[in-house]
């Protein structure tokens, strides 16, 4: 006999770190299609059936990945939630100006809204959350609005940003970028990396300093030598 085991005494589970990585594999298959439908037909619209459906699997097979709908949809936002947190993190461990700061927030941002999970940001009522989940949501949303904020005053520190009103800005700033989870389709004319640059620019432009460029002095006339040299 050369020793291996025989079909018989082998074991039918996977090796745990591949059941683990199976279901893993599965429950994000659940959020992708939940997701999708409740952009579609909206949350409250959306049953646990359509899911299930969907994924051609029965409703009690969801319970072994989420205790309800409305953990799917926390964690729906929290992926969505966890891209921009990335984006912050990259920027703060980056230097630049406020302004630079401001522009590259404003195009990660920018980008996230034009996912699935980004659009969760902003397209679902968060009221249909437990309590203690719409408390991370808003603890979360706070500090969005405290890193524009801050990239804006930091901005106006530095000079790179005109004075003005951080919070309005803020607000302003934010207003249009979640507005992009609203209205973008995948497919469209312009890519989301191209969107989320021309709003860099556009939503900066009337707050950047505008620096002064002096026009470049002529050099000194050279006196012109006489044939046969000077006098």
């Known amino acids: ?3 291996s085991p025989s079909p018989a005494s082998q074991s039918p589970w996977m090796p745990f770190e591949s059941r683990r990585r199976a279901r893993d594999e599965k429950r994000e298959a659940v959020l992708r299609m939940a997701v999708q439908l409740f952009l579609e037909q909206g949350y409250h619209r959306t049953t646990l059936n359509d899911v299930a459906e969907r994924l051609n699997i029965t409703k009690p097979a969801l319970y072994n990945y989420f ?3 409305d953990e799917i949809l926390y964690e729906c936002w929290a992926i969505g939630q966890e891209r921009v947190d990335d984006c912050l993190n990259e920027i703060a461990a980056g230097g630049g100006s406020g302004l630079a700061k401001l522009r590259k927030l ?7 809204m034009t996912t699935d ?7 679902f009522d968060m009221r249909d959350l437990t309590e203690h989940n719409r408390r991370i949501v808003q603890l979360a949303k706070r500090k969005i609005d405290r890193a524009f904020r801050s990239y804006i005053r930091e901005g106006i520190a530095d000079g790179s940003i005109k004075p003005c009103d951080a919070k309005l800005s803020a607000f302003a700033i934010a207003g249009s970028l979640n507005w992009i989870g609203h209205w973008f389709q995948p497919g469209g004319k312009l890519p989301p990396e191209t969107i989320a640059e021309e709003f860099a620019i556009h939503l900066t432009e009337g707050i950047a300093a505008k620096t002064t460029r002096k026009k470049a002095e002529k050099p000194p006339v050279k006196a012109k030598k006489m044939r046969g040299g000077t006098r």
């Open 1 to 3: 006999m050369d020793g």
């Open 67 to 69: 205790s309800g709908k």
């Open 106 to 112: 404003i195009v990660g941002y920018a980008e996230v």
């Open 117 to 123: 999970y980004g659009k969760s940001l902003v397209r």
